[in-house]
């Protein structure tokens, strides 16, 4: 069974760097695009980008770019994104989710984000 | 504002059938496949039918979906209490260089 397993909820100040994670399982990791969406609570789904676990390629949503590193460590089946400097316009919920044929098949339970002083 | 355009809700009765539309341009729909996602409140979406109109294995036929030139249709036949959820759908942009979402329509089942 192909699972994607988040880490837990965090809350930061504005400021304050942050990693999440998804670990896959059940499937060869290294061989599925990992996409990272975002969900401000009440509203719709925002794709941020994306990352190749195989040779760690990358995406980045143009819209969005810049605020955030999306990166893959295959050997642990594992994907991360990351802030370097959080805003509270970054309270979201995260979902990691596995670009399978021409859709996301498989997402991660999501990672709620809050940022507040 | 989303780049795919979606009504923000729809509803009909319980055993009925239900289409909600999705609405884009050349650069997504019209030349890329289709997918639509059910999102349940407090839970992770789910995929319901990729490639424009095939269905993940577990998914019934009374979800199907359709596209014609630059819009999408999902289709929900004999309407259940549990069809109650959020509905998006998504392809990638070749303009934007990304995958975008619609904004999601809100089923109720009456």
């Known amino acids: 069974e192909v699972q994607l397993v988040q880490s837990g909820a965090e809350v930061k100040k504005p400021g304050e760097s942050l990693r999440i994670s998804c670990k896959g399982s059940?499937?060869?990791?290294?061989?599925?695009?990992i996409g990272w969406v975002r969900q401000v609570p009440g509203k719709g789904l925002e794709w941020m980008g994306g990352?190749?676990?195989?040779?760690?390629?990358?995406a980045y949503n143009p819209s969005i770019q810049g605020q955030f590193t999306i990166s893959a460590v295959k050997y642990l089946s594992s994907a991360y994104l990351q802030w370097s400097s959080l805003k509270a316009s970054d309270t979201a919920i995260y979902y990691c989710?596995?670009?399978?044929?021409?859709?996301?098949?498989?997402w991660g339970q999501g990672s709620l984000v809050t940022v507040s002083s | 504002q989303s780049v795919l355009t979606q009504p923000p809700s729809v509803s009909a009765a319980r055993g009925q059938k239900v289409t909600i539309s999705c609405s884009g341009s050349?650069?997504?729909?019209?030349?890329?496949?289709v997918s639509w996602y059910r999102q349940v409140p407090g839970t992770a979406p789910a995929l319901l039918i990729y490639?424009?109109?095939d269905r993940p294995s577990g998914i019934p036929d009374r979800f199907s979906g359709s596209k014609s030139g630059a819009s999408a249709t999902l289709g929900i036949t004999g309407l259940q209490t549990g069809d109650e959820a959020d509905y998006y759908c998504?392809?990638?942009?070749?303009?934007?260089?990304?995958?975008?979402f619609g904004g999601g329509t809100r089923l109720t089942v009456l």
């Open positions: 989710a596995r670009r399978g044929r021409n859709g996301f098949d498989s």
């Open positions: 059940g499937y060869n990791f290294n061989i599925h695009w």
């Open positions: 050349s650069s997504n729909i019209g030349n890329n496949y």
């Open positions: 990352v190749y676990p195989g040779d760690s390629q990358t």
């Open positions: 490639d424009n109109d």
């Open positions: 998504g392809t990638w942009d070749s303009s934007l260089s990304a995958w975008v």
